[in-house]
């Protein structure tokens, strides 16, 4: 029995058009196995035209093609292969809109971001701005903060909270009230919610003091304290 895809294969050969076979293995005597042929599934405008061609070629002369279906034919096909393109035109260009160019980062400059970090320092004002990031909706959110030696200077409560970003303000003093200088500080988080632990991130406010632009790949931001950001792992700027 002559399965379909045999059929349409036979018909090809037929009008001259060879198609690959799928990949297969064959198992030598030695129990080696050597890979055969390369698969296509698919036909690409050239097979097309070869196919027209063909056509055209072996057409009984007295009941040639009707000229409007060979017409109605490759106007089917020139709309397929122009969606293809556009497809390709479109999807270039929305990776350019989600990129960052230079001159986005360098607009970052001097700026205050708000990013993944446990490093902190105070603002002018003193005392420390950040967030916390749950994946999760918490029961409970603490955020410890410690000094350059890891002492814990102070522990903040922000109780229940739901899934989303929680921000926490400390005022720069220890528990006993006392100012405990300009640090740097680290700041860690931990939620839970009931006895299971909900996966969360530490934010923090750290001045941009520059942009490093590689000959290849995307720009970067110099964060105090931080390091290298990626200009999409920054929430928000001030």
Do not use: C, H
């Not at 497809?87 to 971001?113: E, P, Q």
């Not at 950040?130 to 994946?135: I, K, M, R, S, T």
Request: overall charge negative; proline content about 4%; glycine content about 10%.
């Amino acid at each position: 029995m002559v399965t379909t895809a045999s059929a349409f294969d036979n018909t090809l050969s037929q009008l001259g058009i060879k198609r690959s076979t799928p990949t297969t293995a064959n198992t030598t005597a030695s129990g080696a196995s050597t890979a055969t042929g390369k698969t296509k599934t698919t036909l690409d405008q050239s097979d097309f035209l070869t196919l027209l061609t063909t056509q055209l070629k072996n057409q009984d002369p007295f009941a040639p093609m009707d000229n409007t279906q060979m017409v109605a034919q490759m106007a089917q096909f020139s709309s397929v292969a122009g969606i293809s393109e556009m497809n390709k035109t479109l999807s270039g260009v929305a990776t350019k809109l989600g990129s960052t160019t230079a001159s986005d980062a360098m607009s970052y400059v001097g700026k205050t971001v708000l990013t993944e970090g446990s490093t902190a320092y105070p603002k002018s004002t003193g005392g420390i701005d950040g967030a916390v990031e749950l994946d999760d909706a918490a029961t409970s959110v603490t955020v410890s903060i410690a000094d350059g030696k890891g002492g814990t200077l102070r522990s903040l409560q922000l109780g229940a909270q739901k899934k989303g970003t929680a921000t926490f303000d400390w005022d720069g003093k220890d528990g006993a009230g006392n100012d405990v200088g300009s640090g740097p500080f680290t700041i860690t988080t931990f939620a839970t919610s009931g006895d299971k632990t909900v996966t969360s991130r530490t934010l923090v406010w750290a001045p941009v003091e520059s942009v490093s632009l590689p000959s290849s790949g995307a720009p970067k931001l110099k964060v105090v304290g931080i390091g290298d950001v990626d200009p999409s792992d920054v929430r928000s700027a001030t």
